[in-house]
């Protein structure tokens, strides 16, 4: 069963990223990142998660594209405006029986509103090809588990199997945590910018998606997240990069180092292991690393700059955490969706 539901995975991963060549998007890797954190070997968890995931990303990226209109080039409103999608995101990820799509719809806006920052006067090119990407990788996801995943979907959602808890959402906290949370979230989102202009990070979209995503309901649970997201970079980008080097010039000899790399990090992705967070950030390091343009990769240099951006991230998120005093206390013991 791992080696069916991780070659399903790394076959959805690299359809979704084909589909991306082929429709000329600027970061295929976008929509093989969605494939992989959408895949599941239960249909009612991914088709759950598939649809929100869409819905979350053009929420989002509807509102970031308005919002960044009225703000882009007002640098202190920008902030500002980061600050209140990421509270309202993290707040509805703990609060919402539809967290996942409260956190994506979140991520999408930032994306935007980061986007102008960066390369100001392309937000509505960005908005409408990340929405596309999006698709293309849960399209991939969904299409590839209804071809080769032959298990009664009615049964799998009894069978109470390890995978359901990343099937049901996280119960909700209660508000005044939660508050406290958005604030963590609010407040790191708007001080990314800041240090990025500063210190010249790199890929800021990638700082602040990481700082979102590993931001958890306790200090013990946000850095053990933080922890295993480390890991899986390293380990992932480190995979990723040996693949680079070994020069996968042609697109079958990429392709088939693209769905095996996958494939490997997909075991511990989807397995019930309190480390199977690793699995799933490595897969996106390595993602990251083997998908950086319209074929195989040419260059490290991508890869590095967005591998250190989530290390990064991680970095901000807990140095936030420490003034806010979330630290220390037992993890959680109800896992939280994995974004």
């Known amino acids: 069963m791992p080696f069916h539901t991780g070659a399903i995975t790394a076959l959805a991963c690299w359809l979704a990223t084909v589909l991306a060549f082929a429709l ?27 649809a929100n995931r869409i819905l979350g990303t053009i929420i989002g990226c509807f509102a970031g594209y308005w919002i960044t209109l009225s703000t882009e080039s007002r640098p202190v409103l920008q902030t500002t405006v980061m600050f209140g999608f990421a509270a309202v995101g993290v707040y509805g990820r703990f609060r919402s029986a539809h967290s996942y799509a409260w956190i994506i719809g979140a991520v999408g806006g930032l994306s935007i509103l980061t986007m102008s920052l960066e390369t100001p ?7 409408v090809y990340r929405a596309a990407e999006v698709i293309c990788g849960v399209v991939a996801a969904t299409f590839t588990e209804l071809i080769f995943n032959r298990k009664n979907s009615c049964s799998d959602s009894k069978s109470g199997s390890a995978k359901s808890a990343d099937q049901k959402f996280a119960p909700t906290i209660d ?3 939660a508050i406290r949370l958005a604030t963590i979230g609010g407040v790191t989102a708007m001080l990314i910018p800041i240090l990025w202009s500063w210190l010249n990070l790199p890929s800021l979209s990638q ?7 590993v931001l958890d309901r306790d200090g013990a649970s946000t850095h ?3 922890l295993q997201r480390v890991l899986g970079c390293l380990a992932g980008g480190a995979g990723g990069l040996l693949t680079i080097r070994l020069g996968p010039d042609l697109f079958f000899v990429w392709s088939i180092m693209l769905i095996a790399g996958v494939f490997l990090f997909s075991l511990i992705h989807h397995s019930t292991s309190r480390w199977a967070y690793v699995g799933t950030q490595g897969g996106v390091a390595f993602i990251l690393a083997l998908v950086t343009g319209l074929g195989p990769p ?3 240099m991508p890869a590095v700059n967005r591998i250190a951006g989530m290390l990064c991230g991680v970095g901000i998120l807990l140095c936030v955490c420490l003034v806010f005093g979330h630290a220390g206390g037992s993890a959680s013991p109800v896992p939280t969706t994995k974004p």
């Not at 976008?30 to 759950?48: D, F, K």
């Not at 700082?207 to 995503?213: A, F, G, K, N, Q």
């Open 175 to 177: 508000r005044p945590t």
């Open 298 to 300: 040419d260059s490290i």
């Open 24 to 50: 000329h998007l600027d970061n295929p890797w976008w929509a093989a990142i969605s494939a992989w954190v959408v895949a599941n070997p239960e249909r009612h968890a991914l088709l759950e998660k598939a």
């Open 224 to 226: 053990f997240r933080g």
């Open 207 to 213: 700082i602040v998606v990481t700082s979102l995503v």
């Open 121 to 127: 006067g392309q937000i509505l090119h960005f908005a």
